[in-house]
């Protein structure tokens, strides 16, 4: 079945250490997101591509960064976490962005832990 | 730029009756739609309902419907014959326009009794 698969599914890191979360697509969508989720709280959009131009959201601090090589591809990049960094972290795709009800198809999230 | 409200942060409703989540929003933009998205325990978000802002009928998928009231600013979900499957947290997302983002709400959590 085609899908959004993240990998891996909790993901442990040490404070100040560079993570990479990493997310994949079968469904050969133009649009990647990436949102965090703390606990008991509203997703937040970090970022987003669409095919290769990417559009960063003015309030995501500059120590997350993300890379999409190709289509079925993307990464984000924690450089520096910290412990408020701890949260979920969702992979979302969608087939385009110029129609108001493009329904948005979600991978399982990397549940990510700063020690 | 949209905002929106779900004040109700936890409901419970007995196996097979009805619940009533509701939403509140707010945008400038005349041209929005509205989406219910619901995120399991085992937190794949998955779409539930969407809905046009221009269209006047309340969308149904199955037992999910919506009570869309535009001039209130008001998109209510509706479970109908509710499921132990239905437990979860569900988001009210509005989106004003193309090229928007999506702006989910804090999320209601939904506990079925059995």
């Known amino acids: 079945d085609a899908m959004v698969i993240q990998n891996p599914r909790y993901q442990v890191t040490q404070f100040g250490k560079p993570v990479t979360l990493s997310c994949s697509q079968t469904l050969n969508h133009n649009v990647m997101y990436w949102y965090q989720q703390k606990s008991s709280q509203a997703p937040k959009l970090l970022f987003h591509y669409y095919d290769k131009d990417f559009n960063n959201e003015a309030d995501t601090p500059d120590n997350f960064q993300s890379r999409r090589p190709n289509t079925s591809f993307c990464f984000l990049d924690i450089r520096s976490p910290g412990l408020g960094d701890a949260a979920m972290y969702l992979c979302?795709?969608?087939?385009?962005?110029?129609?108001?009800?493009?329904?948005?198809?979600f991978g399982s999230g990397t549940q990510l832990s700063v020690l | 730029a949209q905002t929106v409200t779900q004040s109700q942060p936890e409901m419970s409703v007995q196996e097979a009756e009805t619940v009533t989540l509701s939403c509140t929003y707010d945008t400038s933009e005349s041209d929005y739609y509205l989406f219910w998205y619901k995120q399991p325990p085992s937190r794949q978000m998955i779409l539930v309902i969407r809905?046009?802002?221009?269209?006047?009928q309340n969308a149904t998928e199955n037992r999910f419907s919506v009570n869309f009231q535009k001039a209130a600013k008001s998109f209510s979900l509706k479970i109908s014959d509710s499921q132990l499957g239905d437990a979860a947290m569900y988001f009210c997302?509005?989106?004003?326009?193309?090229?928007?983002?999506?702006?989910f709400g804090k999320g209601i959590t939904l506990s079925v009794r059995p």
């Open positions: 809905q046009e802002a221009y269209k006047q």
């Open positions: 997302a509005p989106r004003a326009g193309a090229n928007s983002k999506l702006t």
């Open positions: 979302a795709t969608s087939r385009g962005r110029v129609a108001g009800d493009e329904k948005l198809f």
